[in-house]
């Protein structure tokens, strides 16, 4: 039961997720007004609750509805869902905590003045484990071909929202393929990210991650890498303009993301790369290791 229960907390109702919650006027349901955010725990310790806390806030702005609860009332709810969790389920290991935050629900109809109030969910479940063997031999990618990134000016990808057909599609097309994730593009046929991570390479030593500018999401284990990362690694890191044409150039790729941290890429469709202990993604994920574990130290007030 421990590994498949997930529990969920509608509005500080906690219940099992599998239970109905929500109306099916619900907006978030119905058109996907909606906004979300993904923590993971390392160490017990919610991992940069803040970061994550200010890219929701961000992602409200833009889509113009309030947030439910502050942070510290947000703060406290998790922890009470994780602690049913963990006694009903006993699981002691790290821990996924999904909230998501619609327009709240009313008469049907685009129009947002129709909609009552905004309310969160939030799902707890165990943290999702890369298998041993693709942190080994490395995961394997293949290039959207018949859709493109939804460009900036359109629904930005910085807004992380509950809207994620373009991703759906994309990652689709890819597994049809037998990849493990896609590199989706954007109307310049420039790389932007994959389809749940962002995505980087390493040439001639240097990290080079596409820009923000290309229409991607701000990731926060992107920017620590870019910020902290990186440096604490030894090396350089920096965002550049990524063309399919350049994989050649690159000895390496990687994904990004918060539940995965660093994980290595051997091939985006028949471009290779070099995977294993001496890589310098191999020294990235160590050096994050050491900064999540010394974050957990820093902050108890974290601790779930």
Partial sequence: MGAHYIQANTNGRLHAADEPSISPLN????????????WRTHEGVIFTWEEHW???????????????????????????TVATYREYSGHRGELYIRLQITRGGGAIGLDPALADRSDFVLLVQPCPEVATEKLREGLRLSLATQLRRNPVDALSPAWK????????????????????????????????EAAVSNIAFVRDGAVITPPLAA??????????????????AGVVAREETVRPADFGEMSECFLVSTTKDVGPVAAIDDARFTVGPTTVTSRLKVAFANYARAHA????????
């Fill in 215 to 232: 229409g991607i999401l701000g990731g926060i284990t992107r920017e620590l890498i870019l910020t902290e990362i990186a440096r604490a």
């Fill in 161 to 192: 929202t509950g809207n994620y057909l373009n991703n759906i599609l994309c990652l689709r097309e890819a597994r049809a393929r037998g990849a493990d994730e896609v590199v989706m593009l954007n109307h310049a046929g420039e790389v932007t």
């Fill in 27 to 38: 907006r978030g349901f119905l058109y996907g007004d909606a906004i979300y955010e993904v």
């Fill in 54 to 80: 200010a890219r929701l806030q961000r992602s409200a702005g833009a889509l113009h509805f309030e947030l439910p609860l502050a942070a510290g009332a947000m703060l406290s709810e998790i922890k009470r």
């Fill in 297 to 304: 130290a820093t902050h108890p007030e974290l601790h779930v």
